[in-house]
């Protein structure tokens, strides 16, 4: 992680301190936009979960303390193909650093006010992204969840998984902890098995992972591949 970090932040749109779950974002959107062979007019977006909870920028209002669940604002980042593909992996990187620094509690709470508009004009609406046109990603990160803290009584856990789901659609990603903690991450992907060989064999995930020895794979759906990579 600490050298995929360095990638983006040594970039030529390199915007200072990166965190890890912007350079890993800027990875998986740009291989896996590459695998796509997205024309280079073709919108892509990437999606990805704020939490409301927890945070100085959401307390006006606060979420409850009594509140039990998530508390979470998906938000949704469209770019040209073209140029998530032709740029260095840290022009990917700054266009989710800059989205994440815009979202405010103003602007959550516009949010909340436009679908409480749309309620109450009877209109119906959902995720601003496609999850089966194979143009957009939907990123979970999950990491900070004590997967391997959890005592069943019989001793450390050596591995867990999820579940593939038709729902998993083309492009879902989930971040996910490691035995080994600290900041090794765990990437889970479903994808069609064509999508997947070639971002299996992109430039920077074999550079910056270890996908090759670690990577996995079931089928979530006729055609599809659902792989891991840490």
Same mark, same amino acid.
């Given at each position: ?20 779950? $912007?350079?890993?974002? %800027? ?5 896996? =936009?590459?695998?796509?062979?997205? +024309?280079?007019?073709? /919108? ?84 601003? $992204?496609?999850?089966? %046109? ?5 990123? =979970?990160?999950?990491?900070?969840? +004590?997967?391997?803290? /959890? ?80």
């Amino acid at each position: 992680m600490d050298a995929l970090v360095h990638e983006v932040e040594a970039g030529p749109f390199g915007f200072g301190r990166a965190s890890s779950f $912007v350079a890993l974002s %800027a990875l998986i959107w740009k291989s896996i =936009t590459e695998a796509r062979e997205l +024309p280079n007019d073709a /919108t892509t977006r990437y999606m990805y979960p704020v939490s409301c909870r927890g945070n100085k920028r959401f307390k006006d209002p606060p979420v409850p303390m009594s509140y039990f669940g998530n508390a979470i604002h998906l938000a949704t980042l469209p770019a040209r193909a073209g140029d998530i593909k032709s740029h260095h992996i840290s022009f990917a990187a700054k266009l989710i650093h800059n989205d994440i620094a815009k979202i405010s509690g103003e602007y959550i709470q516009s949010a909340v006010d436009w679908m409480e508009i749309q309620r109450r004009k009877g209109l119906e609406f959902a995720f601003n $992204v496609d999850y089966y %046109a194979g143009r957009d990603v939907n990123c =979970t990160t999950m990491h900070t969840f +004590p997967i391997f803290k /959890t005592d069943f009584g019989w001793g450390q856990q050596v591995h867990y998984t999820l579940v593939p789901e038709v729902w998993f659609g083309d492009g879902t990603a989930f971040v996910l902890p490691t035995a080994k903690g600290g900041r090794e991450r765990k990437v889970a992907l479903c994808m069609p098995s064509g999508v997947m060989e070639r971002f299996l064999g992109n430039m920077l995930v074999t550079k910056f992972t270890s996908c090759g020895s670690n990577s996995s794979s079931t089928g979530a759906s006729p055609g599809q591949r659902f792989g891991a990579f840490f």
